[in-house]
């Protein structure tokens, strides 16, 4: 299986303030077509997951620009701009290279 | 308005059966792949199964085959997870998803299991 590992923040993120969150892969996400298959997605406390970015970098329908997604085979970064209140929650990044889908532990980020 | 709405949880013992139902509205359900994802404060999020559009594909994590069938019912916009021979370590919330090569798109609430005697 490939394994997801996520790093922490320094919390709690003063608002204002950018945020980057790291993931890293023990395997290449990069599939032969070009694409490398990493997702990051928010649960705000008391939701469900949401599709944040998918291809590493391509946000998904009606996410904020101050996402970005960024890396390489197996190390990610999501950063968030201008952090703001409505940004709390627990990031997951996850891989849909192959079977088992796999999720990263999670990351806090919580508001100053 | 894209909806999944699952239920069929609860409180069942060790061994026992359980089926989940996720029904879907606001799309055409039988477009698209499906699967069920559960989430423990201490594992976190593990993908459980995924079934294609017309459901003659099917994938399930290791720890779960042979125990859980996934199959959906195009006709009815639903999708199912037959759960067998519980265990306590199955203990979850389980949550619907709809999926789209290369992501899940959308997610129900979420519907809770707990195995325990």
């Known amino acids: 299986d490939i394994v997801m590992t996520q790093g922490a923040l320094p919390n709690p993120v003063p608002s204002g303030e950018s945020a980057s969150i790291t993931c890293q892969s023990s395997?290449?996400?990069?599939?032969?077509?070009?694409?490398?298959?990493l997702n990051w997605y928010l649960q705000r406390p008391g939701q469900s997951p949401q599709l944040l970015i998918y291809?590493?970098?391509t946000r998904a329908s009606g996410v904020s620009d101050r996402f970005s997604g960024s890396g390489s085979g197996t190390d990610f970064t999501l950063k968030i701009s201008s952090v703001e209140a409505e940004d709390v929650g627990v990031y997951y990044c996850?891989?849909?290279?192959?079977?088992?889908?796999?999720f990263g532990g999670g990351t806090k980020l919580e508001l100053k | 308005e894209v909806q999944l709405v699952e239920s069929g949880g609860g409180l069942v013992q060790p061994g026992r059966s359980l089926k989940l139902s996720c029904a879907a509205s606001?799309?055409?359900?039988?477009?698209?792949?499906m699967a069920w994802v559960r989430q423990t404060p201490t594992k976190g999020l593990e993908w459980v199964a995924s079934?294609?559009?017309?459901?003659?594909?099917?994938y399930y994590r290791d720890s779960v085959k042979g125990r859980f069938t996934i199959s959906r019912d195009n006709a009815k916009n639903t999708q199912y997870l037959q759960m067998d021979s519980l265990r306590s370590e199955d203990t979850a919330t389980y949550y619907c998803?709809?999926?789209?090569?290369?992501?899940?798109?959308?997610w129900g609430q979420g519907v809770m299991v707990t195995v325990s005697s």
């Open positions: 998803a709809r999926s789209l090569l290369p992501y899940f798109d959308y």
């Open positions: 606001g799309f055409t359900f039988s477009n698209y792949g």
């Open positions: 079934i294609s559009t017309g459901g003659g594909n099917t």
């Open positions: 395997k290449s996400l990069l599939h032969s077509n070009g694409k490398t298959y």
């Open positions: 291809w590493m970098s």
């Open positions: 996850q891989q849909f290279l192959e079977y088992p889908r796999t």
